[in-house]
């Protein structure tokens, strides 16, 4: 722009005299305007086609955009697949009150689907641990039924078989660990055939891998909702007081209902029980700091309930 500007300022050229010299340059004038005019014109065409015709520059943006659409259109077709494959793993679970004993505990099934005058307590989450109709799911979920002195409490569980049929089965309690916030459920599935989660590993967990929670929130069935290991090794407290560690921190939204039910990673492995969240005072909505217990920890664990209804630990006691 400087010199542009230097150019334009310059003074104009005396006029031509008379003298032999100077007629020189006055033979050579229209030479050099025509050729000037020409330059001129065809630098004016030029840069009018470039500009009129020429669509390259418009498609800059589109070309730049296809493979970034791409992409994200595999990330989200990744994680519905994901969901798709996980969810029939995944219960719901409502802790009932019945409003009377019933006169015979063979029709556990019915009473637990049919009674409306039992009083919903409570809801969670849990997952099917294997095809004999164990579910994994937290001991606060629970709590009631394993502490039952009544007789009136029950566990319906809704899942669903590998075909995608839904149906109810009363969850009786197989093993407890208050210490770890595990417990372990057992219902009925002659007839059914079910598809058990897949069990993965938290030893290898990074903070910033992403991770989803799929549960029951506040009472709505299959809800997935995603985010990343913000944490490793918390300590949170236990339902008998204890600390538990060695949790695991994410910001995958876990709220009421939630709990007992898997945070899985980005190849729909469990990688954790999601358990508990701080909440805002007088809200009862996560904050975006929540924790599962690792799935290690469950692994050692949860054979332990299924065959002496106890945790290791208990069995010398």
């Not at 033979?27 to 009129?52: C, G, N, W």
């Not at 589109?62 to 259109?73: C, F, G, H, R, Y």
């Not at 075909?163 to 770890?180: M, N």
């Not at 007839?191 to 549960?215: H, M, N, W």
């Amino acid at each position: 722009m400087e010199m542009l500007a230097s150019l334009h300022t310059l003074p104009s050229p005396l006029p031509p005299t008379t003298t032999s010299s100077s007629l020189e340059p006055s033979y050579k004038t229209p030479f050099i305007t025509r050729r000037r005019a020409i330059i001129s014109a065809s630098t004016a065409a030029i840069a009018s086609l470039l500009h009129i015709s020429n669509p390259i520059p418009s498609l800059y943006p589109a070309i730049a955009l296809q493979p970034q659409q791409v992409e994200l259109d595999q990330e989200e077709d990744r994680i519905v697949r994901l969901f798709q494959e996980t969810s029939p793993s995944v219960v719901f679970i409502e802790d009932l009150e019945l409003a009377k004993i019933p006169k015979s505990s063979s029709k556990g099934d019915r009473v637990v689907a049919e009674d409306e005058d039992a009083k919903v307590e409570g809801t969670g989450s849990g997952f099917i641990w294997d095809k004999f109709g164990h579910i994994v799911t937290n001991y606060h979920v629970v709590d009631k039924l394993a502490t039952d002195q009544s007789g009136l409490q029950r566990c319906k569980v809704l899942l669903a078989d590998a075909r995608g049929t839904s149906f109810y089965k009363e969850g009786k309690i197989v093993g407890i660990d208050p210490a770890y916030d595990l417990a372990v459920l057992k219902v009925d599935v002659e007839g059914y055939e079910l598809k058990p989660i897949v069990v993965g590993t938290s030893r290898d967990l990074r903070v910033g891998q992403s991770c989803f929670a799929i549960g029951n929130p506040f009472g709505y069935e299959n809800t997935l909702t995603t985010g990343v290991v913000s944490g490793l090794g918390r300590e949170i407290p236990s339902p008998n007081g204890r600390a538990i560690r060695g949790a695991i921190q994410t910001d995958a939204a876990i709220n009421a209902g939630n709990s007992g039910g898997p945070l899985i990673d980005s190849y729909g492995h469990v990688i954790g029980v999601n358990t508990a969240t701080f909440t805002r005072k007088g809200t009862g909505i996560s904050s975006g700091v929540n924790f599962a217990i690792p799935i290690d920890t469950v692994v050692r664990t949860v054979p332990y309930l299924i065959v002496y209804g106890t945790p290791y630990s208990n069995r010398f006691q």
